[in-house]
T-cell receptor, first 112, second 113 residues
Framework: GQQLNQSPQSMFIQEGEDVSMNCTSS?????WLWYKQDPGEGPVLLIA?????ELTSNGRLTAQFGITRKDSFLNISASIPSDVGIYFC????????????FGTGTSLTVIP | NAGVTQTPKFQVLKTGQSMTLQCAQD?????MYWYRQDPGMGLRLIYY???????DKGEVPNGYNVSRLNKREFSLRLESAAPSQTSVYFC????????????FGQGTRLTVV
């Protein structure tokens, strides 16, 4: 299977701080996605990116599709306690039946 | 607003027992997926069904079988459970296999002892 490396694995930040995380792959992806998983729930899609260099925002979240198509970045500005959860990147390859491959996740803890 | 419904939510099995995880979606989606989530491994695709009547293997299909019973339902069967299958299982659906937005169920936490 495809390897998507996410970093950092975990983050502990103060409320109000900005957060940055990234996802890298050895393969070129055609679509990058970012999901958030709350405890005891399934992942929920935050942002979808469709072309290299694309920068897309969703409220305080901003994600970018890397120019090389092998990486993607997610930033969260002015974090709040409800941002707590695990953030996953996922990449889609057209030549694998449109399967999505998930990264290993970044666990975010926000300290009030 | 049911979305994707998985049953059961929790299950404990003895090694060698069999069971079927059920998944149903009410969004008229064509594509359905089964993932497993293990600590530090992210979500890995077990099987998927791009449309009613078709099923295909994902990254980790060994030890599992699936049935796309109809457009709404996609079940995952463990014929002879092994401790290595202890995991959290998620079902997901998409409108089509090319649409990126996947809707996930709440998961089934399975322990095999």
């Amino acid at each position: 299977g495809q390897q998507l490396n996410q970093s950092p694995q975990s983050m502990f930040i103060q409320e109000g701080e900005d957060v940055s995380m990234n996802c890298t792959s050895s393969s070129i992806f055609n679509t990058w996605l970012w999901y958030k998983q709350d405890p005891g729930e399934g992942p929920v899609l935050l942002i979808a990116l469709y072309k290299a260099g694309e920068l897309t925002s969703n409220g305080r979240l901003t994600a970018q599709f890397g120019i090389t198509r092998k990486d993607s970045f997610l930033n969260i500005s002015a974090s709040i306690p409800s941002d707590v959860g695990i953030y996953f990147c996922a990449g889609q390859l057209w030549n694998t039946g449109n399967q999505f491959y998930f990264g290993t996740g970044t666990s975010l803890t926000v300290i009030p | 607003n049911a979305g994707v419904t998985q049953t059961p939510k929790f299950q404990v099995l003895k090694t060698g027992q069999s069971m079927t995880l059920q998944c149903a979606q009410d969004m008229n989606h064509n594509s359905m997926y089964w993932y497993r989530q293990d600590p530090g491994m992210g979500l890995r695709l077990i099987y998927y069904s791009a449309s009613e009547g078709t099923t295909d293997k994902g990254e980790v299909p060994n030890g599992y079988n699936v049935s796309r019973l109809n457009k709404r339902e996609f079940s995952l069967r463990l014929e002879s459970a092994a401790p290595s299958q202890t995991s959290v299982y998620f079902c997901a659906s998409r409108i089509t296999r090319t649409n990126p937005e996947a809707f996930f169920g709440q998961g089934t936490r399975l322990t095999v002892v």
